[in-house]
């Protein structure tokens, strides 16, 4: 079962069976969905009466990505679409009720023989089950078979980031402005490589000193206080390219920003380093100067403190470094 648009009328239209198609009478997209899913939820409790949460694994993960992709970020979207194919290619077109912990057991082992990350899988387990809670709450389902799995232990690291003479070594190695630039602002910012690529001249207050994120990965805005140093980078930028306030800062896609500053990151001796790490770059930063975690919080975005937790190691060393500092006047 399909939703799918005419382009000759604009009108949409739901197949629910081989060349059987019936229009849903609307060319809103948002109306469609609603239309779409009632008629599936009609169609599923006549074929099968009592056992109307029958739904195939495949026309649940088109449904289930159909919703991600109006109502959460491209990102997730995107993330979750490798997830699905992944996981039907193990399942099969299987009704969805059938999946269960002993299936999941099986494709968790299946994940690990395919030399996939603790990390990676345990990014499958949290998807999948986020995508069957939906499963749940649209009445496929009595209860979520993802609800007794654990996520596999992983080995606690630190979080990576640059020293303030290992950015410069960086900056050293980049000799692309557009790249230049983006590192700079990601270091300095905290920003996650998504939310700069979205960022719009309209969020940056150059009277206020600000940057408003509007697409965060928790929807909540946030406003980060703008470094001179950013402040000047941009006012540069601006007034070299006379953008309209739609426009975006960065015209770069993120595979292009991953991609580059990886290359960077090798090339001035640091091949372990992600995009990603420059966030932890600014956050360790903060506090290697004694910000607190609180305020590193607020500044990154966190909705849960346990996130913020994982610097909790370098601000210990922090308090550490300042105690020594006390000077010494007395005789022991």
Same mark, same amino acid.
């Given at each position: 079962?399909?939703?799918?648009?005419?382009?000759?009328?604009?009108?949409?239209?739901?197949?629910?069976?081989?060349?059987?198609?019936?229009?849903?009478?609307?060319?809103?997209?948002? /109306?469609?969905?609603?239309?779409?899913? &009632?008629?599936?939820?009609?169609?599923?409790? %006549? #074929? +099968?009466?009592?056992? !109307?949460? =029958?739904?195939?694994?495949?026309?649940?993960?088109? /449904?289930?990505?159909?919703?991600?992709? &109006?109502?959460?970020?491209?990102?997730?979207? %995107? #993330? +979750?679409?490798?997830? !699905?194919? =992944?996981?039907?290619?193990?399942?099969?077109?299987?009704?969805?009720?059938?999946?269960?912990?002993?299936?999941?057991?099986?494709?968790?082992?299946?994940?690990?023989?395919?030399?996939?990350?603790?990390?990676?899988?345990?990014?499958?387990?949290?998807?999948?089950?986020?995508?069957?809670?939906?499963?749940?709450?649209?009445?496929?389902?009595?209860?979520?078979?993802?609800?007794?799995?654990?996520?596999?232990?992983?080995?606690?690291?630190?979080?990576?980031?640059?020293?303030?003479?290992?950015?410069?070594?960086?900056?050293?190695?980049?000799?692309?402005?557009?790249?230049?630039?983006?590192?700079?602002?990601?270091?300095?910012?905290?920003?996650?490589?998504?939310?700069?690529?979205?960022?719009?001249?309209?969020?940056?207050?150059?009277?206020?000193?600000?940057?408003?994120?509007?697409?965060?990965?928790?929807?909540?805005?946030?406003?980060?206080?703008?470094?001179?140093?950013?402040?000047?980078?941009?006012?540069?930028?601006?007034?070299?390219?006379?953008?309209?306030?739609?426009?975006?800062?960065?015209?770069?896609?993120?595979?292009?920003?991953?991609?580059?500053?990886?290359?960077?990151?090798?090339?001035?001796?640091?091949?372990?380093?992600?995009?990603?790490?420059?966030?932890?770059?600014?956050?360790?930063?903060?506090?290697?100067?004694?910000?607190?975690?609180?305020?590193?919080?607020?500044?990154?975005?966190?909705?849960?403190?346990?996130?913020?937790?994982?610097?909790?190691?370098?601000?210990?060393?922090?308090?550490?470094?300042?105690?020594?500092?006390?000077?010494?006047?007395?005789?022991?």
């Amino acid at each position: 079962m399909r939703l799918f648009k005419r382009k000759s009328t604009g009108t949409w239209y739901v197949e629910y069976e081989r060349n059987k198609r019936l229009s849903l009478r609307t060319k809103n997209k948002q /109306e469609a969905i609603k239309r779409f899913k &009632e008629f599936q939820r009609l169609y599923f409790q %006549k #074929k +099968f009466g009592d056992k !109307s949460r =029958k739904i195939e694994l495949y026309n649940f993960m088109d /449904e289930y990505l159909e919703w991600l992709s &109006e109502s959460r970020s491209y990102g997730t979207y %995107k #993330k +979750f679409l490798t997830i !699905s194919k =992944k996981f039907t290619e193990f399942c099969g077109n299987i009704y969805l009720d059938s999946v269960d912990e002993r299936l999941i057991d099986k494709y968790i082992i299946y994940l690990k023989k395919q030399k996939l990350s603790t990390y990676t899988i345990n990014g499958h387990i949290r998807h999948l089950k986020a995508a069957f809670n939906k499963a749940v709450h649209w009445k496929y389902m009595e209860k979520n078979p993802f609800a007794g799995i654990k996520l596999l232990k992983v080995q606690e690291k630190p979080p990576r980031f640059l020293k303030p003479e290992e950015i410069e070594k960086v900056l050293f190695a980049i000799d692309n402005d557009d790249l230049r630039e983006i590192f700079l602002f990601l270091v300095y910012t905290g920003v996650r490589r998504t939310e700069a690529i979205s960022l719009k001249w309209k969020n940056i207050d150059f009277q206020r000193d600000t940057i408003t994120i509007e697409i965060s990965k928790n929807k909540k805005v946030r406003v980060i206080p703008m470094h001179p140093f950013v402040k000047n980078m941009l006012v540069r930028k601006f007034e070299n390219e006379k953008p309209y306030p739609e426009d975006t800062v960065f015209k770069m896609k993120p595979d292009y920003v991953t991609r580059g500053l990886k290359k960077y990151f090798i090339k001035a001796g640091f091949p372990e380093m992600r995009v990603h790490d420059l966030r932890h770059t600014f956050a360790s930063l903060l506090i290697m100067e004694g910000i607190s975690l609180k305020i590193v919080k607020e500044l990154l975005g966190h909705s849960d403190y346990k996130t913020t937790e994982i610097y909790a190691h370098i601000s210990e060393e922090a308090l550490f470094k300042a105690v020594e500092k006390l000077p010494i006047k007395y005789r022991e």
